[in-house]
């Protein structure tokens, strides 16, 4: 099922390549959010619970980095620590960057985009992190809106995550998404979280409260021929949220920081996210956790629905 082109440069690990062969469910988890979102060494601690969550749902995880130019889909707990060790010594991997860090046989952290991208070769559906990228409040001047949001347009799979943090521009980001197609379920919820909170404080698109209602979806849109992904948004679990009037101070105080220190481009989302974890002694880092594991375990109660769809 994979295509011969891409075959050379994929390595698919053996348990994910039996899931394929078997229909077996699979989960993809990015690597950005161990490289450049974590520090070590709770990124690798988090990497390893959420495939552990993964695997007590039946369903094969499959964490997606490049290493030695090697589109990996899965790596080993070896590799997990690896990479986590050397933290944003890696270089953060977009679309754009994912061609030149393959031929220099470079390792690579893969972002939302290029985790869909690499997952998609290998056939993989649905893909669980913490928060996508998204427009930046100031938009309309740095032009910075993250290749996440591209990504979802054209490539099918179900994005499970926690919504989009204040530091970006969240209505933006909905109405980028209403333009491009891309679908915003909220489980249970009829709120765009936010994050480290359950609420925006703007609509989702639609509410759906079973998983197995979010597999159907998924599986007519595709039937319908439409390309693209589906982002489903699952609120932080309430004992870890913290509220807007607190994490919003906190943001505003790490944004201003990164424009006193001219941070711009790639560097702007793994500056402001150890800023806000520095500034909450840590409990922002905790809810990040919690809200990752959270969405892997939903993201797995969906892939395995999902593999029964077909
Ligand atoms: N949001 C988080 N943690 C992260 C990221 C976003 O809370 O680690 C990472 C994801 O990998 C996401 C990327 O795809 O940042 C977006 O970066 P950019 O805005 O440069 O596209
Ligand atoms: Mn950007």
Request: charged fraction near 20%; proline fraction near 4%; include cysteine.
């Amino acid at each position: 099922m994979v295509n011969e082109i891409i075959t050379p440069y994929l390595d698919i690990n053996p348990d994910v390549k039996k899931a394929i062969d078997s229909g077996s469910p699979i989960i993809a988890l990015e690597s950005t959010i161990i490289c450049h979102g974590m520090p070590y060494p709770k990124n690798v601690q988090t990497a390893a619970k959420a495939e552990q969550i993964a695997r007590d749902h039946g369903v094969i995880p499959a964490t997606i980095a490049i290493i030695d130019g090697r589109l990996k889909v899965g790596l080993t707990e070896d590799e997990i620590k690896y990479l986590g060790k050397l933290g944003n010594k890696v270089q953060k991997v977009s679309r754009r960057d994912l061609p030149f860090i393959v031929s220099q046989n470079d390792n690579g952290a893969t972002t939302v985009a290029a985790t869909m991208i690499i997952a998609a070769m290998a056939n993989i559906k649905v893909f669980a992190t913490g928060g996508i990228g998204g427009v930046h409040r100031d938009a309309n001047e740095s032009f910075d809106v993250s290749a996440d949001l591209q990504e979802l347009s054209q490539t099918s799979m179900a994005v499970v995550c926690s919504g989009v943090k204040s530091v970006l521009d969240i209505p933006k980001t909905l109405e980028y998404l209403e333009t491009h197609g891309v679908s915003v379920i909220g489980y249970k919820t009829k709120n765009m979280p936010a994050f480290y909170n359950t609420d925006s404080g703007y609509a989702v698109d639609y509410m759906i409260n079973d998983t197995k209602d979010i597999a159907k979806t998924m599986k007519i849109k595709w039937n319908l021929q439409q390309k693209g992904g589906l982002l489903i948004t699952n609120p932080i679990p309430k004992k870890y949220s913290i509220p807007s009037s607190e994490i919003n101070k906190i943001i505003n105080t790490a944004l201003s920081e990164m424009r006193e220190r001219n941070i711009t481009g790639k560097e702007t989302t793994p500056f402001l996210l150890s800023k806000i974890a520095e500034i909450t002694e840590g409990k922002s880092l905790e809810s990040n956790i919690q809200l990752v594991l959270n969405n892997v375990s939903l993201g797995s109660k969906i892939a395995s629905y999902f593999s029964e769809l077909n």
